[in-house]
């Protein structure tokens, strides 16, 4: 049986932010502070993973564990790529729910990844590698493209891999034109900064308001910021120690907290 393609939601030139909050989401299960029960709908974030209409089809940027309900509730109804920044758990294992998407495509999903992404996917989702399937459920079909530190071309568009600190581990950043998408970090390296040049939009991390050993805090992003000295700043993968209103209030011109559906200009 066959069922008629939905259409998908026209993100042409655009970056749509799937998700902008941590590991844990926000609101955060079993808590009742004031971020997590007041009911402010900038203040409901899954996991950080965003879209961009790029020249040649849709990007997306990570698999969360939200990816189902990311992308129907922006109804998006096709992927043409997927690019990660990093391993861990909330940014690689909703893989699964691009099952529907790899049907509608009738090929494999192209994964842009470094090679500990790669051996992180066949771990967790060792059943879409079996050499015969077992019957009965269905598997992501995917095709890994390995990439470096080194631009490459991806759907039309020139990609600057940006080197990034999370903690102990390396991850990637990328730059877009003159967007930047900073994830998951808590120092960049010089080498790095020069990449961050001339940016009209920068989008980077912001846990918490105090210290992170593997995340900017506010102080910390907001100093990051006045480096990088793009025209639009944008602060993401925010804890529930971040309230949407009452830290907009406080944070300099050219600085926003992002949200779950905000749409930036590529």
């Known amino acids: 049986m066959t069922f008629p393609q939905a259409p998908s939601r026209d993100l042409s030139g655009r970056c749509l932010f799937l998700g902008t909050g941590t590991s844990v989401g926000v609101p955060t ?5 004031e971020t997590c029960t007041a009911g402010d709908p900038r203040d409901a ?22 990816l189902r309900s990311q992308l129907l509730r922006e109804r998006i109804a096709r992927i043409d790529a997927v690019l990660y920044t990093h391993d861990h758990v909330d ?6 729910d691009i099952r529907p998407l790899c049907y509608r495509m009738a ?3 192209p994964l842009y990844c470094e090679e500990r992404v790669e051996r992180r996917i066949r771990r967790a989702f060792d059943y879409a590698f079996e050499p015969v399937p077992a019957a009965g459920g269905g598997v992501p079909k995917v095709e890994f493209h390995r990439i470096s530190t080194e631009p490459f071309d991806l759907l039309g568009m ?4 940006l080197r990034l600190a ?10 877009f034109g003159n967007l930047a998408y900073c994830t998951d970090t808590n120092a960049i390296p010089e080498e790095t900064f020069a990449r961050l040049e001339g940016l009209d939009c920068f989008i980077v991390d912001c846990l918490r308001p105090s210290r992170h050993p593997t ?8 100093a990051v910021a006045r480096r990088v000295d793009a025209t639009r700043t944008l602060l993401i993968h925010m804890s529930h120690e971040i309230a949407h209103a009452a830290v907009s209030a406080a944070l300099p011109a050219g600085v926003e907290l992002a949200y779950d559906g905000l749409v930036v200009p590529l």
């Open 29 to 33: 299960v079993g808590c009742g502070c």
């Open 45 to 66: 974030r899954t996991r950080t993973s965003a879209v961009l209409g790029l020249p040649g089809g849709t990007l997306l940027i990570d698999t969360t564990p939200d």
């Open 215 to 222: 995340h900017f805090s506010l102080d910390e992003a907001l």
């Open 166 to 175: 999370h903690g102990a581990s390396d991850v990637l950043g990328f730059r």
């Open 91 to 96: 940014h690689v294992y909703g893989l699964d």
């Open 158 to 161: 020139r990609v600057v891999p």
């Open 107 to 109: 090929r494999p999903m």
